[in-house]
T-cell receptor, first 112, second 117 residues
């Protein structure tokens, strides 16, 4: 069974710090990886997508992918209280489709 | 603003009744939409893939006769929970592929929280 694992947290960081969120996946053939942010009671929104090994930066967010280790992470620099949310890691195991497999999410709490 | 609109956002119903949830793509056409379900503190679970003009594709373990999906137009998909029971209480979310985006990049609707008494 294809799985995506995340530490549920909560991960607590002070304002201005770097938050590091981690995710592992079981399907070695997966090609596409995503981070979605979900505020409490709301639906998810796409933060980052990454397809190649290495780092991908977008503003304060950096996604890191290591396919050999089946590991993907999200770094949030200069964390803000508004970043407090649940971050969902998602993997697309099938290049032809978009049936994402989601992790349970890591809850991030940024204190001011 | 929202590009995928879902209605209703909350619904409370009695056990045994049916509930319809609408998902609309705003200002774009979506030949495919996805219906997810999320229980508290759990991950999103894909229920089915809705295809415009054809039958939906259901994930293993999802009863197609209980969760009726209709994708009659390029901007509207509906999920009907038939004969709802308390165990069907959940957060139902639809999504559509982001226009011009890579496979897996999705817009999500606002979600519909169903409570079955």
């Amino acid at each position: 069974q294809k799985e995506v694992e995340q530490n549920s947290g909560p991960l607590s960081v002070p304002e201005g710090a770097i938050a590091s969120l981690n995710c592992t996946y079981s399907d070695r053939g997966s090609q596409s990886f995503f981070w979605y942010r979900q505020y409490s009671g709301k639906s998810p929104e796409l933060i980052m997508s990454i397809y190649s090994n290495g780092d991908k930066e977008d503003g304060r967010f950096t996604a890191q992918l290591n396919k050999a280790s089946q590991y993907v992470s999200l770094l949030i620099r200069d964390s803000q209280p508004s970043d407090s949310a649940t971050y969902l890691c998602a993997v697309n195991p099938d290049q032809a489709g978009t049936a994402l497999i989601f992790g349970k999410g890591t809850t991030l709490s940024v204190s001011s | 603003g929202a590009v995928v609109s879902q209605h209703p956002s909350r619904v409370i119903c009695k056990s045994g009744t049916s509930v319809k949830i609408e998902c609309r793509s705003l200002d774009f056409q979506a030949t495919t939409m996805f219906w997810y379900r999320q229980f508290p503190k759990q991950s999103l679970m894909l229920m089915a893939t809705s295809n415009e003009g054809s039958k939906a594709t259901y994930e293993q373990g999802v009863e197609k006769d209980k969760f009726l999906i209709n994708h009659a137009s390029l901007t509207l998909s509906t999920l009907t929970v038939t004969s709802a029971h308390p165990e069907d209480s959940s957060f139902y979310i639809c999504s559509a592929p982001i226009m011009g985006g890579q496979s897996g990049e999705l817009f999500f609707g606002e979600g519909s929280r169903l409570t079955v008494l």
